[in-house]
């Protein structure tokens, strides 16, 4: 009798031992489905997708934008779309415009037999927002819309979409993870070396690698700044722009009635880019690293301006690149 019992109690240990771990393992694969699941949602964001108005009976169109990290991979399809010469007694072609602020021609909508059409193409990186328009034109190589028009979306209906990543970046290694869709602006002092594989030395591989790179001197336009300088490298690679900068005797922006200095890139179009707002502390004898997207030119040249606020353009120029209308002149004396 004594032995049974002793069976038993045995038997039931080996039970209730089994069936917690088989909890363990079903807890444990739960949170790794989970964890999987949260971690494919955020590394693949939905793709936007937006229909277009038509101006065409019975063609419709619509657009599907899938994020990237350099704003978003576009693709306009459309159906029971007319030969464009039933719309405009003239028109040879569909031709897909991008507006806001200016114009851009972003390619040819060709249409099958079917009446079915597609066209794909990037973010243009001169928008952050803007409006798609679709014309029957009477030449493919058009400079402005005049056709007919056949689609269109609201007024900046169409943004930038930007991939993002889930991977959390260390709290000792922030900068090899920088979110690069906003200007990043980093300091580091001359004498300290850069680590293989961080923000620093990422920028300076691009700078060595970018066949557009070049050095600029940017001086003091200014009473106040007529002794400062900055001497700058300065490239761009697929709209994105890298600046290494060191600058040298500028004074506090408070002398200027502001609380920053703001970096731009200035295209030979006569377009500013915002780079971002230089360090408030030890901004001379530091170098100063710069990564932004949105710079759509081969070379482009720098100006700081004193601001009291972010992505605020005012007149208070304080350095340039090295210019003949822009370098400091003291005014002359002129003689009685």
């Known amino acids: 009798m004594t032995h049974s019992r002793r069976l038993f109690g045995r038997g039931v240990r080996c039970a209730l031992l089994c069936a917690c771990a088989v909890l363990c393992l079903l807890v444990v694969f739960t949170v790794q489905a989970g964890s999987g699941a949260a971690e494919t949602a955020t590394t693949q964001p939905a793709n936007l997708m937006l229909q277009l108005r038509s101006f065409a009976a019975g063609a419709t169109a619509r657009l599907e934008i899938e994020p990237t990290t350099t704003g978003g991979r576009v693709r306009l399809t459309a159906t029971n779309l007319p030969p464009p010469n039933k719309l405009a007694p003239n028109a040879r072609v569909y031709l897909v415009w991008a507006t806001g602020g200016r114009i851009l021609r972003l390619g040819e909508l060709r249409r099958d037999a079917r009446g079915n059409a597609a066209l794909e193409f990037a973010h243009p990186t001169s928008f952050q927002r803007y409006s798609l328009i679709v014309t029957a034109e009477e030449h493919a190589q058009t400079d402005h819309p005049g ?56 920028i300076d591989e691009a700078l060595r690698s970018a066949t557009n790179a070049r050095d600029i001197t940017l001086v003091g336009t200014r009473r106040a700044t007529r002794h400062a300088r900055g001497q700058a490298r300065v490239g761009a690679t697929d709209g994105m722009a890298y600046v ?10 408070a002398r200027f009635g502001a609380n920053r200095y703001v970096l731009w890139a200035t295209t030979p179009e006569g377009r500013s880019h915002y780079l971002g707002s230089l360090p408030r502390r030890g901004l001379n004898n530091t170098n100063t690293y710069v990564r932004a997207t949105g710079v759509d030119a081969a070379q482009f040249d720098l100006l700081v301006t004193a601001e009291r606020g972010r992505r605020v353009r005012g007149t208070r120029r304080v350095l340039a690149t090295v210019k003949a209308q822009r370098v400091y002149q003291r005014p002359r004396r002129v003689g009685r």
Not at 147 to 164: D, I, K, N
Not at 244 to 253: G, I, N
């Open 147 to 202: 056709g007919a028009p056949v689609f269109s979306t609201r007024a900046g209906e169409v943004h930038a979409l930007f991939a993002t990543s889930s991977v959390r970046p260390r709290t000792d290694d922030r900068d090899a993870h920088v979110n690069v869709t906003r200007p990043v602006v980093r300091a580091r002092r001359v004498t300290s070396v850069a680590a293989n594989g961080d923000f620093y030395a990422s």
């Open 244 to 253: 290494r900068a060191l600058f040298q005797r500028v004074p506090p922006p």
